[in-house]
T-cell receptor, first 111, second 115 residues
């Protein structure tokens, strides 16, 4: 499974757009990219998943360039409740679907 | 969306005793479930992959005789921490995958404290 690298922490203010970039240089052809959000003492919550190009849902957008060696999670107009840890993961369609969590990005949204 | 539950949500036990944690997929069948452990301020660490009807596959460094996993049905997997010690105190999280999807649905976690 491809290793992921993302910033340890980010700060933002309410109402701003936040972009968190994740590097996964060794991503394989059959790998997909998933982002999760985790609040303290809770299980991770699925945010968005994609394979290539751009994916958008009601909470976020995921941008994946053509080479797929990185991906960017975009959170529009963050609020205080978006303060959490965000994990970028690469999963394989060919294997047992297991996910290896990296260090994640600790996002702090200030008033 | 798919819901995964864990029971108990927290447990305190004495050193040397065993503790069982249940993970249930409430509205879908899961042939595969995963168990993770998370220490404070750290990321999730995958412990094992649990497949219904077969033996669990443990990650390197995880003692299979200490962390017993049973996946007896398509909606239930259990993790038993045997002869627990204070260093086993952690947040244990399970996840499950519906048959035809890649998304993992996570449970709320179980806080284990060994005294």
């Amino acid at each position: 499974l491809a290793k992921t690298t993302q910033p340890i922490s980010m700060d933002s203010y309410e109402g701003q757009e936040v972009n968190i970039t994740c590097s996964h240089n060794n991503i394989a052809t059959n790998d997909y990219i998933t982002w999760y959000q985790q609040f303290p003492s809770q299980g991770p919550r699925f945010i968005i998943q994609g394979y290539k190009t751009k994916v958008t849902n009601e909470v976020a957008s995921l941008f994946i360039p053509a080479d797929r060696k990185s991906s960017t999670l975009s959170l529009p107009r963050v609020s205080l409740s978006d303060t959490a840890v965000y994990y970028c993961l690469v999963g394989s369609m060919d294997s047992s679907y297991k996910l290896i969590f990296g260090s994640g990005t600790r996002l702090l949204v200030r008033p | 969306g798919a819901v995964v539950s864990q029971h108990p949500s927290w447990v305190i036990c004495k050193s040397g005793t065993s503790v069982k944690i249940e993970c249930r997929s409430l509205d879908f069948q899961a042939t595969t479930m995963f168990w993770y452990r998370q220490f404070p301020k750290q990321s999730l660490m995958l412990m094992a992959t649990s497949n219904e009807g077969s033996k669990a596959t443990y990650e390197q460094g995880v003692e299979k005789d200490k962390f017993l996993i049973n996946h007896a049905s398509l909606t239930l997997s259990t993790l038993t921490v045997t002869s627990a010690h204070p260093e086993d105190s952690s947040f244990y999280i399970c996840s499950a995958i519906p048959g035809q999807e890649y998304e993992q649905y996570f449970g709320p976690g179980t806080r284990l404290t060994v005294t």
